[in-house]
């Protein structure tokens, strides 16, 4: 049963890089099968896919936030990563790392998601 | 990308069906059936339950059933019961190799 788990920062001042990174327990990101992704979701709102990553290191980004974003892969240490640049008041959110299957697109397993807030 | 559309509320008795619409593209609902549907209960993370349009993942109450015309899915709640009260977010794959959620439903079992 794969588990997944955000870590990083909760605060972050604007202008600065917002790094976190997913824990992959009980599966390999290695193994081909899925693409691992980022979604966030402000508070009191709708989710928005951020990016994701497959095993060759290939990643597609939401075009909104293509020039703030960057998701990369560990496989040494089972994780994947995301960091957004250059952040403001409106990247407060809580970011959910998810597995999507090749096959379905859909996300299947989810971490329990990170509040990080932009603020001075 | 633009979000999916979907009503931002639904309401129904214990017991009654309701059914969520989530309207796209033939970019991305109407080109592929890979359409998939959440639950989440506040604090939580979503849950996966229905993928490829209509399909249920393992332990998924057969309550919960997906569907699509042209441009439009659908997501229906048969049986409603107290624990059905949640958000629900659409999902779709697109042309781009990114993935689009819809705005989110939340439903009121009265």
């Known amino acids: 049963h794969v588990q997944m788990q955000e870590s990083g920062p909760g605060l972050v001042k604007p202008s600065q890089t917002l790094s976190l990174t997913c824990t992959v327990s009980g599966d390999s990101i290695s193994r081909g099968s899925y693409y691992w992704t980022w979604i966030r979701q402000p508070a009191g709102k709708g989710l928005e896919w951020i990016g994701r990553v497959y095993t060759s290191g290939r990643t597609f980004y939401n075009p909104s936030l293509k020039s703030q974003v960057s998701i990369s892969l560990d496989t040494s240490e089972n994780q994947f990563s995301l960091d957004l640049v250059s952040v403001t008041a409106a990247d407060t959110a809580i970011y959910f790392c998810a597995r999507a299957e090749l096959g379905t697109t859909s996300f299947d397993s989810w971490g329990q998601g990170l509040l990080v807030t932009v603020s001075p | 990308q633009s979000a999916l559309t979907q009503p931002a509320s639904v309401s129904g008795s214990p017991g009654q069906s309701i059914t969520i619409s989530c309207t796209g593209t033939s970019g991305d609902v109407g080109g592929y059936n890979y359409v998939s549907w959440y639950q989440q209960h506040p604090g939580k993370a979503p849950k996966l339950l229905i993928y490829?349009?209509?399909k249920r993942p393992s332990g998924v109450s057969d309550r919960f059933s997906g569907s699509k015309s042209g441009i439009t899915a659908s997501l229906t709640i048969s049986g409603l019961q107290a624990e059905d009260e949640a958000d629900y977010y659409c999902s779709s794959h697109t042309s781009s190799s990114t993935w689009v959620f819809g705005g989110g439903t939340r439903l009121t079992v009265l």
């Open positions: 490829g349009v209509g």
